[in-house]
């Protein structure tokens, strides 16, 4: 069961409701150092075969996990961070995916 930390995430305004925004992408850290970009796709995918995408808190020395969830405005799917995540480790604090390349 691989493990992966979401280091930064892309969101998108939510189409219906202005200022929701939904989490549709993120970059994840290996142990060793390689990065990897997901898309919506691909997550949902790997969360199907209990692959497991968590962040860190580093106030709080805890990690969160994040879960799929859908807009009740415009029923896209997107990402968020369960309630029980410390504020510094929420997916909206994280900075954004870098530009492909
Ligand atoms: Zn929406």
């Known amino acids: 069961m691989p493990l992966y930390q979401i280091i930064s995430a892309t969101s998108q305004p939510c189409a219906l409701a202005?200022?929701?925004?939904?989490?549709?992408g993120v970059s994840t850290a290996?142990?060793?150092?390689e990065r990897r970009r997901w898309?919506?796709?691909e997550i949902v995918k790997a969360l199907n075969?209990?692959?497991?995408f968590y962040t860190v808190s580093h106030r709080e020395k805890s990690v969160a996990l994040?879960?799929?969830t859908c807009c009740v405005h415009c029923q896209r799917i997107f990402l968020r961070s369960r309630a029980n995540a410390a504020p510094d480790s929420r997916?909206?604090?994280l900075p954004?995916?870098?530009p492909t390349t």
């Open 39 to 41: 898309s919506m796709t």
């Open 66 to 68: 994040v879960e799929l």
């Open 30 to 33: 290996i142990v060793g150092g």
């Open 91 to 93: 997916l909206e604090q």
């Open 49 to 52: 075969n209990c692959d497991v």
């Open 96 to 98: 954004p995916c870098p």
């Open 18 to 24: 202005g200022r929701q925004t939904h989490v549709i």
